[in-house]
């Protein structure tokens, strides 16, 4: 389960691109608050703990507790605008949640047992298709990742959706059809000499 984020936040009265640039100039972000049958709420986090929760690497796939006064919301971050050229965060989004509301996350996916891959052993290649699954789940039990068993896979082996054992409670979002995550191919030194310049075949067509 991803570990749950918690910001401190004020509420803001003023809204508008003047108000927001005083924020942003005083190392503060705006960001609002909605969703759950209830008003948007307007607030503001600070800046450099808004970066350090973007830096830990499951800001999108944990729920935030967002302390504003007495008021503890628990929400997931939908979205945050960066500064085209800086980079600076500039606005964030936070969806109110319940924690036993079920979620709709993109949650990454990670490979273990490589050197247990007679494929990649031989030198091939994983291509990952998808770094992340979006998947269905509770909000309170969120995974940090989902991890794919490499121990096996040979060169021109797909990692379909229905190979990957998923957490308990959890679905995922596409079920039409046996998506592919990753597939194992040959390094490009065999595929020239076999004359094969297909990479990952056409599996990559159904991801």
């Known amino acids: 389960m991803s570990d749950q984020l918690?910001?401190?936040?004020?509420?803001?009265?003023g809204?508008?691109?003047?108000?927001s640039r005083a924020l942003r100039n005083s190392g503060r972000v705006p960001a609002v608050i909605y969703g759950n049958n209830q008003d948007p709420l307007a607030i503001h986090v600070e800046e450099k703990a808004l970066v350090k929760a973007l830096m830990s690497g499951h800001f999108f796939n944990a729920t935030i507790e967002v302390v504003a006064g007495d008021t503890t919301t628990v929400t997931l971050a939908k979205d945050v605008a960066f500064h085209p050229v800086t980079d600076r965060p500039m606005h964030v989004d936070f969806f109110r949640i319940?924690?036993?509301s079920k979620v709709t996350v993109e949650v990454p996916v990670i490979f273990t047992n490589e050197d247990a891959s007679p494929g990649l052993k031989k030198g091939g290649v994983l291509n990952i298709v998808r770094h992340g699954i979006e998947l269905i789940c509770d909000a309170n039990n969120?995974?940090?990742?989902?991890e794919i068993d490499m121990t096996g896979y040979d060169v021109g082996d797909s990692i379909h959706i229905s190979a990957v054992k998923l957490p308990s409670d959890v679905t995922v979002t596409i079920t039409d059809r046996d998506f592919?995550?990753?597939t194992v191919v040959a390094p490009s030194a065999l595929k020239s000499s076999?004359?094969?310049t297909t990479v990952g075949g056409d599996d990559a067509s159904d991801a």
């Open 142 to 146: 969120i995974p940090e990742e989902i």
């Open 180 to 182: 592919t995550i990753a």
């Open 194 to 196: 076999e004359g094969d």
């Open 98 to 100: 319940g924690k036993d």
């Open 6 to 13: 918690t910001l401190s936040a004020e509420t803001r009265e």
């Open 15 to 19: 809204v508008g691109k003047g108000a």
